[in-house]
T-cell receptor
């Protein structure tokens, strides 16, 4: 398996523009997560899906952020309009559910977003 | 209160020596899992090791071992025979509960530098 695939790897945009980050999870994984990493706040969970259904979006910072998972092999995180404080690395991760508690998250390489 | 605390912002170790990275956690749930991830300068998050709260023995994976002290609520990562490639950021994370699914909460991380 190719692992979790994220695109783009790097995105530089201007304030006010729409940003769309994409993720392809590992085939067969039931769960998909979006995390944001910044120096100040560390790794924060934004939202996660189970079988394509959003389960908890309490970490989504504002209405400017939205996430979708139209099918088991694709998810998007959209920021509209973007602001400089959204600059961060955004990680997508996926996980199986084994029932044992040892459900390891496999992360993508991340999308580094810079909003000017 | 923070659920995961990593008190060492940075650690230095010489090649071939062992190093311990500290992690303490806070939970009232008797069932939980503890994870360590490595993040090299390239940015990806790499899973290293997992310890379940009911596991009788400390987890080991190659040069990595987890010093699990339940009464102290600590889950320190021990890296034996350090290598230059071990230089990276290391994150401790916890999942609470074992029924259904719960998400990972990450600590702030410890930067490890291995010198020749």
């Amino acid at each position: 398996d190719a692992g979790v695939i994220q695109s783009p790897r790097h995105e530089v945009t201007e304030m006010g523009q729409e940003v769309t980050l994409r993720c392809k999870p590992i085939s067969g994984h039931d769960y998909l997560f979006w995390y944001r990493q910044t120096m100040m706040r560390g790794l924060e969970l934004l939202i996660y899906f189970n079988n394509n259904v959003p389960i908890d979006d309490s970490g989504m910072p504002e209405d400017r952020f939205s996430a979708k998972m139209p099918n088991a092999s694709f998810s998007t995180l959209k920021i509209q309009p973007s602001e400089p404080r959204d600059s961060a690395v955004y990680f997508c991760a996926s996980s199986p559910f084994t029932g044992s508690g040892a459900n390891v998250l496999t992360f993508g390489a991340g999308s580094r977003l810079t909003v000017l | 209160a923070q659920k995961i605390t990593q008190t060492q912002p940075g650690m230095f170790v010489q090649e071939k020596e062992a190093v311990t990275l500290d992690c303490t956690y806070d939970t009232s749930d008797p069932s939980y899992g503890l994870f360590w991830y490595k993040q090299p300068s390239s940015g990806e998050m790499i899973f290293l090791i997992y310890q379940g709260s009911y596991d009788q023995q400390n987890a080991t994976e190659g040069r990595y071992s987890l010093n699990f002290q339940k009464a102290r609520k600590s889950a320190n990562l021990v890296i034996s025979a350090s290598q230059l490639g071990d230089s990276a950021m290391y994150f401790c994370a916890m999942r609470e509960g074992n029924s259904g699914y719960s998400t990972l909460t990450f600590g702030k991380g410890t930067m490890l530098l291995v010198s020749p």
